[in-house]
């Protein structure tokens, strides 16, 4: 017998076991001989649970990406502290100095400081353009640019995502298992990036006032930050989506989209944040604001409420680990809901005083001025801003503006009628805010319209008003201030003007020389603050302090150009920032501050300015009020 046919004989007679034979009669007819795929159970266990997911490195970046966050805050913080004593400690020591003894204040005591404004701090991110708008069109807006300072910090925000993103294990051979790893890691991003999210997107926010940053910065974050809330929860949906297509195939993963709460709602709070997304574009958010926010509110509560039932229904025991931070979210949003209509509540009714009423009163040039007569007394800060509704002009709407002026009326009963108003009294009393809302369109076009066709000078109408908010700057350490405004910009500035020159006559602060700029098309917006300019011109040391210069860029009568005073003068035209900026700069009085409120184009000029002044010897800060959406 050959070697081959010895070898063949080794194994003996082949047939199958009893085992084998059971196994064989049970593989259908026509079976047997085709190809067997690999049992979906192999692929299916990746689409679900934590399986393969990397839960201990999410948890760490999740620490690490809230730890950034809370010690960048700390470092704004430890700033503002730092802030906050110095310009103190410059107000008590300047308040009963001359002008001609402040200037120790005003050189800078850090040789890098200006630099560090020039080129970080007041830069735009690129060149000049900041807050003005880039437009497709006229009526196409993209929006504004970050500053600098603001692309640094979303640069670390954005990159440390990224960079949290792609900490997988990519070179793993079963492409199932990176996919799940994938799916663990942008969904726990994508519900820890909402944590900031919605605290950056409140109004009473104590962030705000405790980091003394702009409500309009947190909501450049805000923005930011959703749009990577979407980023990673669309890839957390396609992650799974691959996963459960290779496992079960289409049908079966379409039939667990309706029918499994746990996938149904995931899949729908993903589908509600990305039209959120889409109507948040700035084009369309620019066109169509009011109908925006409507619907920004109702799909944030979807997306809750969906988020929600995801993490509760999780076949893991107690759901998944994130759900104490949606039910954390969902509280932080009802806080700031319920402090709103607390502070609506609170402001706009007494026992005493009813309800608030507002005063409308068409003016010169398309604009409203109103005056909201609040039934109790408010403290109102220079430099603050409100939100304000009307009764019969989308009631269900809030407006921000600026607060002009404000008007405090003393409780007045027999015990005290004819004695001199004290601080209890007014306490005691009821508050008046006036502001000037320039007709546009939407909104404040019906207002202007509302108070066009009473007929009457004015027409009081039921209104409420929420706030004040902002109102963080204060310039009472600044030895100079110069106030730029831009037509209804004016309602910023000239609620400085009052307390700085009481506070000037009465010796409590360190300003000694206040220039006010303000920019108009034509004379007819001066009534809009006449009634306040001439009480202001009336005031006590009022010639010492204030500068007033009116630019009207498009005078109807040249005659109509003329000056007033040395102290207040007119010119046609348009001014040279750059220049008036460098004046005022050589005429210095201790610290300087440059403020600005009105169209982006100004600001940026203002900016723009300010940073070339900044040579490395004098002080010269630079705040900008706006509302950017």
């Known amino acids: 017998m050959s070697f081959m046919r010895r070898r063949i004989a080794a194994f003996g007679p082949l047939t199958p076991t009893p085992i084998l034979a059971l196994r064989d009669s049970e593989v259908p007819t026509g079976i047997k001989d085709q190809d067997v795929p690999p049992p979906a159970s192999t692929i299916a266990p990746f689409a679900t649970s934590l399986n393969s997911v990397d839960q ?5 970046f999740k620490d690490i990406l809230w730890w950034t966050l809370g010690i960048m805050a700390l470092i704004i913080l430890c700033i503002r502290l730092l802030e ?21 204040w005003k050189t800078s005591q850090w040789s890098w400081m200006p630099t560090l404004k020039k080129h970080l701090i007041y830069a735009p991110l690129w060149k000049k353009r900041h807050n003005r708008e880039i437009k497709l069109s006229s009526a196409v807006s993209v929006g504004t640019l970050p500053s600098r300072l603001h692309s640094f910090v979303l640069g670390i925000y954005l990159i440390s995502n990224l960079a949290y993103m792609l900490n997988e294990d990519w070179f793993q051979e079963n492409r199932y298992s990176l996919a799940a790893e994938i799916r663990g890691r942008s969904g726990m991003l994508s519900l820890v990036n909402m944590v900031p999210l919605i605290i950056m997107a409140g109004r009473n926010n104590p962030l705000i006032g405790l980091l003394k940053v702009s409500f309009d910065t947190y909501n450049l974050l805000h923005r930011w930050m959703g749009r990577m809330v979407v980023i990673e929860a ?27 709460s746990f996938l149904a709602s995931g899949f729908v709070g993903t589908i509600a944040l990305v039209i959120l997304l889409c109507l948040s574009l700035s084009p369309i ?22 988020t929600w039932v995801h993490c509760a229904t999780a076949q893991i025991p107690g759901g998944l680990p994130q759900l104490t931070w949606i039910v954390a979210i969902f ?8 402090a709103r209509m607390f502070r609506l509540a609170y402001t706009n009714w007494s026992k005493r005083g009813g309800l608030t009423e507002a005063a409308l009163e068409p ?16 403290d109102v800060q220079p430099g603050t801003h409100a939100y304000v509704r009307f009764m019969g002009i989308n009631p269900w709407e809030t407006h921000p503006f600026s607060i002009a002026w404000v008007k405090h009326s003393p409780a007045l009963d027999k015990a005290t009628l004819g004695e001199k108003e004290d601080e209890a009294q007014l306490k005691r009393g009821t508050t008046s805010v006036s502001f000037i809302i320039g007709a ?49 910009g004016i309602t910023h500035q000239i609620s400085y003007l009052k307390p700085l020159i009481e506070g000037f006559d009465e010796g409590t602060i360190a300003t000694r020389r206040v220039t006010l700029v303000w920019i108009i098309r034509d004379t007819e917006s001066l009534e809009w603050v006449r009634p306040w300019m001439d009480e202001i011109l009336r005031l006590p040391g009022r010639r010492e302090i204030l500068q007033i210069r009116l630019f009207v860029t498009r005078p109807k009568n040249t005659k109509e150009i003329h000056s007033a005073s040395s102290s207040i003068q007119m010119f046609p035209g348009r001014p040279n920032i750059l220049t008036l900026i460098r004046k005022e700069v050589e005429e210095q009085v201790g610290a300087m501050c440059v403020t600005v409120c009105g169209p982006g184009g100004l600001a940026d000029d203002v900016r ?18 706006s509302f950017t959406w």
């Not at 008590?92 to 001359?98: L, T």
């Not at 496992?247 to 993963?253: I, K, L, P, T, V």
């Not at 509280?331 to 319920?338: G, N, P």
């Not at 723009?608 to 800060?621: I, K, L, P």
């Open 84 to 104: 906050i004593g110095w310009t103190k400690l410059r107000r008590v020591s300047a308040m009963s100095a001359s002008a001609d003894r402040q200037g120790y």
């Open 440 to 488: 546009h369109t939407g909104f404040t076009r019906k207002l202007y319209n509302k108070a066009l066709s009473a007929g009457n000078p004015s027409i009081r109408i039921r209104a409420a008003m929420e706030g004040p908010y902002a109102g963080h700057h204060s310039l009472d350490s600044y030895g100079h201030a110069v106030l730029f405004a831009g037509s209804t």
């Open 285 to 306: 958010r620019h066109a169509f604001y009011e109908t925006f926010l409507s619907f920004h509110i109702i799909l944030a509560l979807i997306v809750f409420a969906m």
């Open 363 to 378: 003016l010169s040039g398309e604009a409203t001025r109103v005056t909201m007569h609040l039934p109790r007394f408010v």
């Open 234 to 260: 669309v890839i957390h949906t396609i992650a799974w989506a691959y996963v459960e297509v290779a496992a079960e195939g289409y049908d079966s993963m379409n039939f667990k989209l309706i029918h499994d």
């Open 56 to 60: 201990p490195g999410n948890l760490l």
């Open 331 to 338: 509280m932080i949003w009802v806080a700031d809901r319920l």
């Open 608 to 625: 723009h300015a300010v940073r070339e002044v900044q040579n490395g010897s004098s002080v010269v800060d630079f705040v900008e009020e």
